[in-house]
């Protein structure tokens, strides 16, 4: 239904696309298969970036055989930017569990993520605010 009071004119949230990223690689593997799947998903972001895409995010998983091959996710962030220009880079999860990795790397990995990304980087709210702690449920809402 058209709203008869609605103009062209009138501003509106501009909608955003972006990439999400696991990297996965199923069985069977072959050889090559995990730098294909980081190549090709290089090539991707570049590709968005050149097409007007606003933001890539990569999570981060461990120990997952198939579903994601994506460990250090701001190494593939920190080649990602050296093929982009103005695309946004970002984490979709970073594990907070002290056993997996302590509050402080992560502290230190985000903080260093704006100067390889060139300013261009997206971490989660939670993070923005200085949150950082190992418990579930932990962030804020």
Not at 11 to 39: C, N, T
Not at 60 to 82: G, V
Request: aromatic letters at 8%; glycine letters at 6%; one cysteine or more.
């Amino acid at each position: 239904m058209l709203d008869a009071g609605c103009t062209c004119s009138e501003k509106r949230p501009a909608l955003k696309f972006g990439l999400f990223f696991e990297h996965q690689v199923p069985r069977p593997w072959a050889e090559g298969d995990e730098p294909r799947v980081f190549a090709e998903a290089l090539e991707q972001i570049a590709l968005a970036d050149r097409l007007g895409f606003d933001c890539a995010w990569l999570v981060e998983h461990h120990f997952l055989e198939e579903y994601s091959h994506s460990s250090a996710p701001e190494l593939f962030l920190a080649a990602a930017s050296q093929r982009t220009s103005r695309i946004r880079l970002g984490h979709g999860i970073v594990h907070t569990v002290p056993a997996i990795n302590h509050p402080a790397r992560i502290a230190e990995r985000i903080a260093i993520s704006p100067q390889l990304f060139r300013r261009r980087s997206v971490n989660p709210e939670w993070i923005r605010a200085g949150v950082l702690l190992g418990r579930r449920h932990s962030r804020p809402t």
